[in-house]
């Protein structure tokens, strides 16, 4: 059974920072790509990043490009999200996702990532 755990959403000021961690069980995660996406309230869910399952590739929304790093450790089957320079718009429910299909390209699509976390709410206060 797959089963991803995000942690390390809070509440922050704007300005600051978050590192976001998924843990990820019951699949072979060095295999796969991973993706985050977020939710903010009233608003349907978006993609924020993803990184292929050698972690030399990644991709980032044009909405945090710049503030965020996307690493993993295959090691530890856990994938990070580093988030600087927070906004106010940044605040959301933040989710993991494992991409199953063996791509050699990233995507954007939720509705091509299989496996979902719970999510960690992110709050940046202004």
């Known amino acids: 059974q797959v089963q991803l755990v995000e942690s390390g959403g809070g509440l922050v000021q704007a300005g600051g920072s978050l590192r976001l961690s998924c843990a990820a069980s019951g699949l072979i995660f060095s295999t796969y790509n991973m993706g985050w996406f977020r939710q903010a309230p009233g608003k349907e869910r978006e993609f924020v990043a993803a990184i292929n399952w050698g972690a030399g590739i990644t991709d980032y929304a044009d909405s945090v490009k710049g503030r965020s790093t996307l690493s993993r450790d295959n090691a530890k089957n856990t994938v990070f999200l580093q988030m600087t320079s927070l906004k106010p718009e940044d605040t959301a429910v933040y989710f993991c996702?494992?991409?199953?299909?063996?791509?050699?390209?990233?995507?954007?699509?939720?509705?091509?990532?299989?496996?979902w976390g719970q999510g960690t709410q992110v709050t940046v206060s202004s």
């Open positions: 996702a494992v991409d199953v299909t063996v791509r050699t390209k990233l995507v954007s699509s939720e509705a091509q990532y299989d496996y």
